[in-house]
T-cell receptor, first 111, second 112 residues
Framework: SQTIHQWPATLVQPVGSPLSLECTVE??????LYWYRQAAGRGLQLLFY??????ISSEVPQNLSASRPQDRQFILSSKKLLLSDSGFYLC??????????FGDGTRLSIL | RKEVEQDPGPFNVPEGATVAFNCTYS??????FFWYRQDCRKEPKLLMS???SGNEDGRFTAQLNRASQYISLLIRDSKLSDSATYLC?????????????FGIGTKLQVIP
């Protein structure tokens, strides 16, 4: 069966520090991968999606970036975090027209 | 107009009540539809798929109305454990890739 792992579960970072969130999927090949952010009291905002290794599309301009170094690995990064980067970050995977499945999420607080 | 619109609620209903949520979408070429449930401070989890012919799973019924471009979720005999936020999801192909859009979610609170 397919599983998705996302870590860390919670993270507290100072403004201006770098960020690296990792997501891995097991049990499937060539999945579509997604990074979302959910701010407090708001809906899910798609940040990045990837249809294959090295293929990243960005939905919104921001100071975050994403990379897919391996088929089942998706990384969200930032060189310098802003206060507005606080939120609940979710990684998800899907194949074809099947629904997405989410990781447990990372709760990021910027101080 | 937003691609996917939902009433954020909250919907406060007593135990045992029947409650229905709607979600409208703007792109008539949308192909796949789903309902997710999200508990507080947790990730969204797939609840059920939505088809024009309807989809029933126990107390939950989902329906797609393509002509009016909305999907619905009906919950019968509400339980306290149904309290959560319900997100609708609409998927369509755009430029060779899938575009997945989530609604903002409708908050349901079932009251004893």
């Amino acid at each position: 069966s397919q599983t998705i792992h996302q870590w860390p579960a919670t993270l507290v970072q100072p403004v201006g520090s770098p960020l690296s969130l990792e997501c891995t999927v097991e049990g499937t090949s060539n999945p579509n991968l997604y990074w979302y952010r959910q701010a407090a009291g708001r809906g899910l905002q798609l940040l990045f999606y990837s249809v294959g290794i090295g293929q990243i599309s960005s939905e919104v301009p921001q100071n975050l970036s994403a990379s897919r170094p391996q088929d089942r690995q998706f990384i969200l990064s930032s060189k310098k975090l802003l206060l507005s980067d606080s939120g609940f970050y979710l990684c998800a995977w899907s194949t074809g027209h099947q629904p997405q499945h989410f990781g447990d999420g990372t709760r990021l607080s910027i101080l | 107009r937003k691609e996917v619109e939902q009433d954020p609620g909250p919907f406060n209903v007593p135990e045992g009540a029947t409650v229905a949520f709607n979600c409208t979408y703007s792109n008539s070429a949308s192909q796949s539809f789903f309902w997710y449930r999200q508990d507080c401070r947790k990730e969204p989890k797939l609840l059920m798929s939505v088809y024009s012919s309807g989809n029933e799973d126990g107390r939950f019924t989902a329906q797609l109305n393509r002509a009016s471009q909305y999907i619905s979720l009906l919950i019968r005999d509400s339980k306290l454990s149904d309290s959560a936020t319900y997100l609708c999801v609409v998927i369509y192909n755009s430029g060779g890739y899938q575009k997945v859009t989530f609604g903002i979610g409708t908050k349901l609170q079932v009251i004893p």
